[in-house]
């Protein structure tokens, strides 16, 4: 299962990024990244990934009490800890100390992951001793949909 995501994950480098988007090689932003690797691998998004999960601001220093997009991965996936990432595990990063988490990738083999540079589109880059600092939560896929 883990290489079938880091495959899925691949086939959308070089989408470019669109603001709550999930068109491979059209656009995407890191949410809607991971609802179309969710779609090659697992099947149709549950509701928790179309439903519960509000449009969200691009504010990377939004706080507030709720982690919406952590409370949809649990919904969803299985919680894992950070010690445990592997290939094909999900992060989510908290951007800025305080605020939520609001972005999210994809791990790689060989310290790297992918996700969707608001920039760049989506990319596979080293996790960096400053991306690692930002891990908030991590997730794996299920084996099937829940």
């Known amino acids: ?16 990024y669109h603001d709550q988007a999930s068109l ?32 969200y601001s691009r504010d990377w220093g939004e706080t507030g009490s709720r982690e919406v997009l952590c409370e949809a991965a649990r919904a969803a996936m299985i919680e894992i800890t950070i010690a445990e990432v592997r290939t094909g595990d999900v992060l989510l990063f908290r951007m800025i100390a305080g605020a939520v988490a609001k972005h999210c990738g994809i791990m790689m083999p060989n310290g790297q992951f992918i996700h969707a540079s608001d920039r760049i589109g ?5 996790l960096s001793t400053a991306w690692r600092r930002r891990i908030a ?4 896929f299920p084996e099937r949909r829940p």
């Open 24 to 55: 491979k090689g059209v656009g995407c932003d890191c949410l809607g990244l991971l609802r179309g690797v969710w779609r090659e691998v697992i099947g149709p998004e549950p509701l928790e990934l179309t439903g519960p999960v509000p449009p």
């Open 122 to 126: 989506v990319i596979d880059e080293p």
């Open 137 to 140: 939560f991590a997730f794996r």
């Open 1 to 16: 299962m883990p290489a079938r995501i880091a495959r899925a994950a691949r086939g959308w480098i070089g989408t470019p």
